[in-house]
């Protein structure tokens, strides 16, 4: 883009002693010294009055005219991006003379430099391309024309990197200037390559620019005459899209530079189009706005022919425009684009001078600040405006001390920096290879290098310093010889077994110098002296197997380290019998020879006191087990026995004949780790029972099909820990996850699921003991009746639960309580049901507390709470009614203030149904009757679902930020203190409460 220059003025030179009036004329049409040579300006010119002393001078733009007497200069110019022909015609006392100008305003097209930016090896030749003079700026030296008597190529330092910096521009026949484009290219010496690329690099080439129809949009384009010097066009544009205009541009599809930017305030823009009086021809304006996707141009123009009734003067000029700034390492590249006004800018306090092409600043040695302003060809000048360009030094590659590059030394090399870098080194004839933020770092304290003894070692350092998300900055290298001699790489005495079912002993052929051990899990344990054989086992007291990874490596005593032997691999394992689905009877149990069958393995872990199974693949049982001993079963192994989290073993049950129970655990413990267990069965079973017993599962899943009552779990005076797990029933016409009496049950990040292939469903059925679940996800699609929960004497409590539900054609329950307590949290529920929903009943003196729920309800009736003699307090909530019949609360209790506490409630067809002692149940309430049980600080109110929520966010609805549920909740020391997605609720001394529902 390029600023309008001030208009080229033409001095008129008037004669003293006028010949005859006729051959006055002719001469001054002929030669007349104070007309613009014809030809095409980037500017507007200046035609002057040619003898305004006899007043006879006339002109016209066509042969038709009008002609009109010029009263003051003729001004010819063109908007932005305009390319203007004017065909201008003088006439003096009848004698015509033709004066042809094209006021070319439209900006030549960016060039293209090339190679593309990055690195580019150890040298580099620029080659830039593009029509018109061009113009270059190398590491932000002053545009000079491209070649002229520049470098034609530029090269690597020997020992560090270096950024070469290049910016140009083009600059058409009629004095146009392109936008700047600019590139940067890393060089490094010759076989190194670049840690890594800053990003990003420009490209070296002008963006592309596509350009399209907007047919879907109306630009509410509108133009009109100011005065006889101007047409004022006004158009809007989408929100954040930036406006352009073009003004005859021929094909409005052609060319981006055809566009001019305009401004644009609260999605209106607006534009001046200059005029030459008397100029009749019809204008074609095309608005268009720019976005992401490119140029959206009108698909048809606003058009106007100007008429010239008087000479009003027209309305004030835009003077305003900022500069558009291109970063470059420490360099800017600043330039303005076309208005109609000339720019004038000062850098650092110098003279303000106008504006033509590009600048480029240097902010290497500190800020630089330029000021400028706008002033039209009538001298209006427009606000002084200032920029600020911080300082950016350039980068410069760290010192590294100790060494000079391509030296050699008979002694050790100790190597200094200033600050810490990240190095990478080689030796002979290798490179090292890329930093990374594993590299190893030089400190303050530097890093010795002793060489090969007897032999010439060559070392190869790189070094730089790197940031957190693993990028170098530039780099150092070096390049010298040392004599030195390593030791050897350790040897094991006798190598090691890779299962050991007692300690495994690591020895070590002797070696020169010192051997530094290091035996872990993982490999990464410290390494530590050598002194004598080590033994390897298992802690005390710990249960089931060990793997050690060995590492091992010598060092001398000038500091020269050996390379590391090839790690050694080790399972310790005292305590396990192996089985999998390729083992066989009668085998040792050992990973190199498992057994095949799970009754085989018992037995013989309890015969041998071990205490954990390891398993592998799909186990298939042909009888029910019974469990009385202390066992784990682990699972998670690959081929080789090697730690496989995500290969869980699986034991199937379907081909064993029920007891009626698969598995039964009596008086004993059973830990499931990475075990998936599978039952299809008939009749009434259970998957698992346990008994005085207790039973864990980590990472496991377990699953029952089929059968008329068919049960997960069943728990007698035993407790249940499961967490990051899952359980499913399918092909049931009655399943139960879980029905325990008197036991403890606890489950965590769980997800359980019914299948629409069941009948009946009950989720927990839990008298006396407790009952905890916390984050756990609950899909519900019984093709009949459904009940979450059913607590008889039960101290309950639920954080974090997502249920969703559909189907069932008769009821649905979340909850039923009697004679029991649950306090209920941060919960969402989607139901979907055909059938009836009565979603929380409590009888025989239970006490319910829910807190932060979302509950979307859709049934063919609901009935959200109905309490018996029992207390409830509901509080914070979000609960939405869909039913033809939907009640919100029936009670026999009275009303008790304080219960109900800022809830949203919504298409509910009653709220409240009273009934106490014998007789009818007092009629239905709206939802003002609840005041009785809410608080004046604290009321309940009734908000729409498109009020309330703003679309759908990874399955859940999401609270909208407008709606009255935010920040409007009561603080709940009872509840939960995440939400359902695992985010804190606000505390009090936050300042700020919480959200009405699940979601914060």
């Known amino acids: 883009m390029k600023s309008r220059g001030q208009p080229i ?25 104070g007309l613009p040579a014809e030809g095409s300006y980037a500017s507007a010119i200046y035609i002057p009055a040619l003898a305004p002393v006899y007043q006879r001078y006339e002109y016209a733009f066509s042969p038709e005219g009008p002609w009109l007497s010029a009263h003051g200069a003729i001004v010819l110019d063109a908007f932005p991006g305009e390319e203007r022909a004017y065909a201008l015609r003088l006439r003096v006392a009848g004698v015509e003379r033709v004066l042809r100008y094209v006021i070319d305003r439209r900006p030549p097209a960016a060039p293209t430099l090339e190679p593309v930016s990055g690195f580019v090896g150890a040298s580099v030749s620029p080659v830039l391309s593009g029509r018109g003079a061009l113009f270059m700026s190398v590491d932000g030296a002053p545009f000079k024309a491209w070649p002229g008597d520049m470098p034609r190529s530029f090269f690597a330092s020997e020992d560090a990197t270096r950024y070469l910096s290049v910016a140009a521009y083009a600059v058409d026949a009629a004095g146009n200037a392109s936008a700047p484009i600019s590139a940067q290219w890393l060089l490094s010496p010759a076989h190194y390559k670049p840690s890594s690329l800053p990003a990003p690099l420009p490209s070296g080439k002008p ?27 006004s158009f809007t544009v989408p929100s954040g899209a930036r406006a352009l205009l073009a003004v005859n541009p021929g094909d409005p599809l052609a060319a981006a530079e055809a566009y001019a930017l305009v401004e644009a305030e609260n999605g209106r823009a607006s534009a001046r189009i200059p005029l030459s009086p008397g100029d009749g021809r019809e204008y074609l304006v095309y608005p268009a706005y720019s976005d992401a996707t490119g140029i959206r141009v009108a698909v048809t123009p606003a058009r106007i022919r100007p008429s010239f009734t008087d000479y009003a003067a027209s309305s004030a000029l835009n003077l305003s425009a900022e500069p558009r700034v291109d970063e470059l390492g420490p360099f800017a590249i600043l330039s303005w684009p076309s208005i109609d006004a000339c720019i004038f800018l000062s850098v650092d306090g110098s003279s303000f001078d106008p504006y033509s092409q590009p600048i480029v600043l240097d902010r290497s040695a500190g800020k630089r600040t ?10 209006a000048r427009g606000e002084l405006l200032s920029i600020e360009l911080p300082a950016r030094a350039l980068p410069k590659a760290p010192l590294v001390r100790g060494a000079e590059n391509g030296a050699s030394y008979g002694r050790p090399v100790a190597l200094s920096v200033e600050r810490e870098l990240r190095y990478e080194l080689s030796y002979g004839d290798d490179y090292p290879k890329a930093i990374t933020l594993a590299s190893p770092r030089i400190s303050s304290s530097g890093i010795r290098l002793e060489g090969k003894d007897g032999q010439v070692l060559r070392y190869r350092l790189r070094a730089a310093e790197i940031d957190a998300s693993g990028r170098t900055g530039d780099e150092r290298f070096l390049e010298f010889t040392v004599d030195r001699e390593a030791p050897p790489v350790p040897v094991l005495q006798s190598a090691l077994a890779s299962f050991a079912e007692a300690d495994a002993i690591i020895e070590f052929a002797p070696s020169d ?5 290091s035996a872990s899990r993982d490999g990464s344990a410290l390494f530590t002296p050598y002194l004598s054989p080590i033994a390897l086992g298992a802690e005390e007291g710990e249960i089931g197997r060990r793997t050690y990874i060995v590492r091992a490596y010598a060092e001398d005593q000038f500091g020269n380290r050996s390379a590391e032997m090839k790690p050694s691999v080790v399972v310790v394992d005292r305590n396990s019998i192996y089985l999998a689905d390729n083992g066989k009877a009668g085998a040792r149990g050992t990973p190199d020879d498992p057994l095949s069958s799970l009754e085989e393995a018992l037995a013989r872990a309890k015969a041998s006191g071990k205490g954990s199974i390891n398993l592998r693949g799909t186990i298939r049982l042909s009888a029910p087990v019974d469990l009385n001993s202390d066992i784990v079963l682990l699972g998670g192994f690959g081929p080789s026995w090697e730690d496989k989290p995500e290969a869980r073993a699986r034991l199937d049950f379907s081909a064993a004949k029920s007891r009626p129970y698969y598995l039964r655990v009596s ?12 039952a299809q069965g008939s009749g009434s079973y259970d998957l698992i029972q346990g008994s005085g017993s207790q039973i864990i599962m980590r990472d496991s899943s377990i699953a029952i099909s089929g059968g008329l009552d068919a ?31 008197d036991s403890a049950v606890s489950l965590r990040d769980s997800g359980l699921r019914v299948a629409s292939s069941v009948s009946f469903h009950e989720g927990f059925r839990v008298r006396g003991g407790s009952l905890n679940l916390h984050t756990v ?14 607590l008889l004497g039960v101290q309950a409590s639920v954080q974090g639960l997502a249920l969703f539900a559909k189907g069932g054609s008769s009821s649905f329950r979340v909850a039923s309580l009697d004679n029991a307590e649950l306090d209920l949290s941060s919960a969402y529920m989607e139901l979907s049901w055909k059938g009836e929903v009565a979603a929380y009943t409590l009888q025989n003196g239970s006490r319910l507390r829910l807190g932060h729920n979302t509950a979307f309800i859709q049934a063919g009736g609901i009935s959200f709470l109905e309490n018996n003699d029992s207390r409830a307090l509901i509080a914070a909530s979000i ?3 869909d039913a033809p019949r939907s009640l919100f609360m029936k009670t026999n209790q009275p009303a008790v203030s304080d219960t109900l506490l800022a809830n949203s409630l919504w298409g509910f067809g009653s709220y409240l149904e009273q009934k106490s002692g014998v007789g009818p149940a007092s009629r239905a309430f709206p939802l003002a009757a609840l005041s009785a049980y809410s608080s004046a600080s604290y009321p309940n109110f009734s908000e729409e679902p498109g009020r309330s929520f703003s679309g759908r966010q990874k399955e859940f609805y999401a609270l909208s930020r407008t709606s009255a549920c935010v920040g409007s909740a009561p603080y709940l020391s009872w509840a939960a203190g995440q939400d359902i997605h695992g985010q804190s609720l606000p505390l009090p001394e936050d300042g700020r409460r919480p959200n009405i529902g699940a979601e914060q």
């Open 9 to 33: 003025a033409f001095t008129l030179f008037l004669l003293l002693a006028l010949p005859p009036f006729a051959a006055w004329a002719q001469e001054a049409l002929t030669a007349f010294p």
């Open 207 to 233: 963006p592309a620019a596509r350009l399209s129809s907007a047919s879907a949009y109306d630009f509410a384009s509108r133009v009109e005459q100011d005065g006889a010097n101007a047409l004022l066009v």
């Open 370 to 379: 330029v000021s400028y302003y706008a002033e039209s060809a009538e001298g």
């Open 513 to 517: 110098g010192t051997i530094y051990v």
């Open 667 to 678: 008086g004993a413990q059973l830990s499931l780790i990475g075990i998936e267990l599978y």
């Open 711 to 741: 049960c997960v779990l069943r728990l007698e005076r035993s407790s249940l820990d499961m967490s990051a797990s899952t359980a499913e029933s399918a092909s049931a016409f009655t399943s139960r996850f879980i029905d325990a009496s």
């Open 777 to 790: 996800r609950i899909d519900a699609n019984p093709s009949q009746a459904y009940v979450g929960m059913a």
């Open 879 to 881: 609960i939405h009614a």
